[in-house]
């Protein structure tokens, strides 16, 4: 079945910078469109990042871009986000998705989420 699986969170200060990762079996990686994203309390989950399987293209948040950036390893069948410049309101957990479509805009599968924390 698919699996998901999250890592890389933790507790950072402002302008620090995490690396998240996204392990995935079940699947064949390389072939579906893969999607971040992060839920802060109190608030819904948004999409803040996708890439797609067919050529890479990628999209970004208006809240994350600049600062954020995704990549995929078709090799490891893993999904990364590097997060830099972080900030208080970047506190969330964060989730990856994919919905085994080349395209990005719909998710049916979801990892368990990594908690990201940004404070002093």
């Known amino acids: 079945q698919v699996q998901l699986v999250e890592s890389g969170g933790g507790l950072v200060q402002p302008g620090g910078s995490l690396r998240l990762s996204c392990a995935t079996s079940?699947?064949?990686?390389?072939?579906?469109?893969m999607g971040w994203f992060r839920q802060a309390p109190g608030k819904e989950r948004e999409e803040i990042s996708c890439?797609?399987?067919?050529?890479?293209?990628?999209y970004y948040a208006h809240s994350v871009k600049g600062r954020f950036t995704i990549a995929r390893d078709n090799r490891k069948s893993t999904l990364y986000l590097q997060m830099n410049s972080l900030k208080p309101n970047d506190t969330a957990i964060y989730y990856c998705?994919?919905?085994?479509?080349?395209?990005?805009?719909?998710?049916?599968?979801w990892g368990q989420g990594t908690q990201v924390t940004v404070s002093s």
């Open positions: 079940g699947f064949t990686f390389m072939y579906y469109a």
């Open positions: 998705a994919t919905g085994l479509r080349v395209t990005c805009g719909e998710y049916d599968y």
């Open positions: 890439i797609t399987s067919t050529d890479g293209s990628t």
